[in-house]
């Protein structure tokens, strides 16, 4: 699945497939689905965000847009650095929305289970 969203007034390309949880595990050395339902937590919470969730959420928002476009720079902070502004409260539910969407599943069971 792929999106555009827009930070800082430009359209930033990602993408979510079933290769992310391994992009993430190997950029980052952490477990994309603890680290996704983790944030997911936090975010529902209505607490202010930790420092780690944040940190998360940079990391997710890399590796889907790194995945998007591999041109883009290939350090993260290198990354953040292109906008002004990257609001998590406007990114993350589209960034959730993505990744909850490739875990659709896309063919029809073929045999009923009983």
Same mark, same amino acid.
Request: hydrophobic content about 35%; glycine content about 2%.
């Given at each position: 699945?792929?999106? *555009?969203?827009? *930070? =800082? #007034?430009?359209?930033?390309?990602?993408?979510?497939?079933?290769?992310?949880?391994? $992009?993430?595990?190997?950029?980052?050395? $952490? =477990?994309?689905?603890?680290?996704?339902?983790?944030?997911? #937590? !936090?975010?529902?919470?209505?607490?202010?965000?930790?420092? !780690?969730? &944040?940190?998360?959420?940079?990391?997710?928002?890399?590796?889907?847009?790194?995945?998007?476009?591999? =041109? *883009?720079?290939?350090?993260?902070?290198?990354?953040?650095? !292109?906008?002004?502004?990257?609001?998590?409260? &406007?990114?993350?539910?589209?960034?959730?929305?993505?990744?909850?969407?490739?875990?659709?599943?896309?063919? !029809?069971?073929?045999?009923?289970? =009983?």
């Amino acid at each position: 699945m792929e999106s *555009i969203i827009e *930070i =800082d #007034g430009k359209k930033v390309p990602f993408k979510a497939t079933a290769s992310t949880p391994r $992009r993430y595990r190997s950029r980052f050395g $952490r =477990d994309f689905l603890v680290d996704f339902r983790k944030l997911e #937590g !936090e975010m529902n919470s209505r607490e202010d965000l930790t420092s !780690e969730a &944040l940190t998360i959420f940079e990391n997710l928002a890399y590796t889907m847009a790194k995945q998007a476009d591999p =041109d *883009i720079p290939s350090e993260p902070d290198d990354w953040l650095d !292109e906008f002004e502004t990257f609001s998590i409260y &406007l990114v993350l539910p589209e960034i959730v929305k993505l990744w909850k969407l490739s875990e659709l599943p896309t063919a !029809e069971q073929k045999k009923k289970l =009983d």
